[in-house]
């Protein structure tokens, strides 16, 4: 079975731009949640959807934002990108909704110039 | 936050077992314990996890104590690829933060040749 796959793997954007970010789960899991890492503040929820519907949200600006398909396939998108937003993003799917196995992909780099 | 304790670092000779220790004394009765890891530069990977009774999969075996206050993560023939950091989670902290996962600072295993 396919893994997680995340695309972009790296990316480079300037301070202003908006950035989609898009995240293809394991078949079969129908719940996406996003997570932003850096070293500074580690890993930090961003949100979660489950039938294309979010479930729940992290304490991130309304810059943040997501969607998912009727495939379980799901985009985050960044706007009017900050210096701050340089980070790893990552996508994890699971089954269920509240899943504590929770399966990661391999992150999409990001560097704001 | 996490609630779960780890040593910072270990270190670990390439065959042999890895012992991995998480205290988690304010687990209570039908909390599971979760164990992750992350590889540097890559997504956070699921490993196992346990409620009361030990359990092993392909990766790993987990162990926990009768009083479920802790538990040892165990590598049986650790290689180079399992250096990263692990993480110990107790359900309770997933929980109580709304279905988030969220990492403490985790033990930094290093397998040394």
């Known amino acids: 079975k396919a893994g997680v796959t995340q695309t972009p793997r790296y990316l480079i954007k300037t301070r202003g731009q908006q950035v989609t970010l898009s995240c293809s789960p394991i078949?079969?899991?129908?719940?996406v949640s996003w997570y932003q890492q850096t070293p500074g503040q580690g890993l930090q929820f961003l949100f979660e959807y489950f039938s294309e519907t979010q479930r729940n949200k992290g304490n991130f600006p309304g810059r943040f934002s997501g969607r998912q398909f009727s495939n379980s396939r799901s985009e985050m998108n960044v706007s009017t990108l900050e210096l701050g937003d340089s980070a790893l993003y990552l996508c994890a799917s699971s089954l269920r909704q509240g899943d504590e196995t929770q399966y990661f992909g391999p992150g999409t780099r990001l560097l704001v110039l | 936050d996490a609630k779960t304790t780890q040593p910072p670092s270990m270190d670990c000779a390439e065959g042999r077992a890895a012992n991995l220790p998480c205290n988690h004394s304010?687990?209570?009765?039908?909390?599971?314990v979760y164990w992750y890891r992350q590889i540097h530069s890559q997504g956070p990977q699921y490993i196992i996890h346990?409620?009361?009774n030990n359990e092993t999969n392909e990766m790993a075996s987990l162990i926990i104590t009768e009083d479920r206050k802790s538990s040892t993560l165990i590598l049986p023939h650790a290689t180079l690829r399992d250096t990263a950091v692990y993480y110990c989670i107790d359900h309770s902290t997933f929980y109580n933060q709304g279905g988030k996962l969220i990492f403490g600072q985790g033990t930094e295993l290093s397998v040394k040749p």
């Open positions: 346990g409620l009361k």
């Open positions: 078949s079969g899991h129908r719940s």
């Open positions: 304010t687990i209570s009765g039908n909390e599971y």
